[in-house]
């Protein structure tokens, strides 16, 4: 079993957000940015998590139900105090504790990985994670001795003129010895101006007991940046999402534009699928090779088959099977299923539906609730009638049959197999298979009428 835990600082409101929402939950890159730290803290080997949480803590909780354990810090009154909440968690552990902040969503695994390491193999009372800053102001300064290991940290306000010349800072990540840790834990007081527990005073203990305390430096500054305020957020959404992009290049997937392509975190993509301009591809999607993606396309959780095409459609948990034309101008709605073939053409809304293979819808048709099957014809202006004002009908239409134009199908109705529906009908009853079905009035023409009405 691996000898880390993770805990993970996100019980602060983040006022300069101006949000109800808490700060950690706010998305990047599809999901909240607490979650790609604790998908950080998995990949580097953490065993465990534990959350502290106390702004809408309740809300927290829920989003990350199953993925960590939790700690409640009612007030917040510092970090050290925040970490003294896990420790419940920490009694009987004797392994390493990595200390993380909720708000810093562009932490990757192979940083976080790298720190342990190092720490490891340091074999330190305390590690921190330092950055070089091109502008290091308001930052606290690591300060080392010329062994390299950290002799104290200073807060900004604090530091000499000597100091403020240091461009490495803290980025209030650690690992600690869990035994050690504990310890400092109660030595902790806030005798400070701020009346707050903090936890650099641990480091400065640890010190003071003459523990060594080694520092690992990041390679990119931006990956240790936390988020306060909504410029900041838009600034990491950037960053993840130029970082997916240029992933998905590297294996083989043409982006055409990445300055006008939005592709969350999660996605996969297969090789030689092309995505166009102006497309979003969002939470779980997935799409498999030779495909072509947009241009003006919005796909959220969605599963996408190999060598389809669509443009200028908005579909939302969907299946759409291998080989499968799609838009212009089209909504899938939840719980669609195109199979392999499909064509589904302009102006055209699927919900709730099943279509069977090299099924047709070409243009201008609602098709809801419905189950269709193999090489059906669906004509212009069809729609299926699924609503009594009360209850949802299903509407089946079996292999091979035809739909002329204009036809409305109320619900709950069968159309089976190999038969027709003639142009303008509004079915109401069952067509059996190999069956015309026609439901219209009759046409009745009244020779010279246009002439006495313009008289």
């Given amino acids: 079993m691996s ?22 939950l706010h998305r990047v890159g599809g999901k909240p940015m607490v979650q790609h730290v604790l998908g950080a803290a998995n990949f580097a080997g953490a065993a465990k998590s534990v959350v502290i949480v106390g702004f809408g803590a309740e809300s927290v909780t829920e989003a990350l139900t199953g993925q960590a354990e939790f700690a409640v810090q009612a007030e917040q009154l510092g970090t050290g105090h925040a970490v003294m909440q896990a420790k419940p968690q920490l009694a009987n552990f004797n392994g390493t504790v990595m200390v993380l902040c909720g708000d810093t969503p562009l932490l990757t695994g192979e940083l976080l990985q790298k720190l342990y390491r190092e720490h490891t193999k340091a074999q330190a009372a305390a590690t921190v994670l330092t950055a070089v800053m091109p502008d290091p102001a308001g930052y606290g300064r690591v300060i080392r001795n010329t062994d390299g290991q950290v002799v104290k940290i200073v807060e900004h306000k604090d530091a000499s003129p000597a100091e403020l010349a240091v461009r490495e800072i803290n980025t209030g990540i650690y690992c600690f010895a869990a035994g050690l840790l504990l310890k400092a834990l109660d030595s902790l007081t806030c005798n400070n101006s701020q009346g707050e527990y903090y936890l650099t005073d641990v480091i400065a203990i640890l010190n003071n007991q003459g523990e060594k305390v080694w520092a690992v430096n990041a390679d990119d500054y931006r990956e240790t940046l936390g988020i306060n305020s909504r410029v900041q957020l838009a600034e990491a959404e950037g960053i993840i999402r130029r970082r997916k992009l240029e992933i998905l290049m590297e294996n083989g997937v043409t982006i055409m534009d990445p300055n006008s392509t939005f592709i969350d975190a999660q996605v996969e993509i297969g090789p030689d699928t092309v995505i166009y301009p102006f497309t979003w591809i969002q939470g779980q999607s997935k799409i498999g090779a030779n495909s072509v993606i947009g241009p003006s396309s919005r796909l959220s959780d969605t599963v996408v088959g190999a060598q389809a095409t669509i443009h200028f459609t908005y579909a939302h948990d969907c299946v759409i099977g291998n080989q499968v034309t799609v838009g212009p101008y089209v909504h899938l709605r939840p719980q669609t299923v195109l199979a392999d073939g499909v064509k589904i053409g302009n102006f055209v809304e699927v919900k709730n539906t099943v279509v069977g293979e090299k099924s047709k819808i070409p243009h201008l048709s609602y098709i809801g609730d ?8 669906i004509g212009s202006g069809t729609i299926t009638v699924n609503y009594d004002g009360v209850h949802k009908h299903r509407t089946t239409i079996e292999d091979n049959a035809f739909i002329g134009c204009n036809t409305n199908l109320v619900a709950p109705v069968t159309v089976g197999r190999g038969s ?8 109401t009853k069952n067509v059996p298979p190999g069956s015309l079905g026609v439901a219209r009035a009759r046409q009745n023409n009244i020779e010279g009428w246009a002439e006495k009405q313009r008289r």
């Fill in 420 to 427: 027709y529906v003639a142009a303008g009908s509004t079915i």
């Fill in 3 to 24: 000898q880390l835990m993770a805990v993970i600082l996100a019980a602060g409101k983040g006022t300069r957000m101006k949000s109800t929402l808490p700060k950690v």
């Fill in 370 to 377: 419905t189950d269709m099957g193999a090489g059906v014809n």
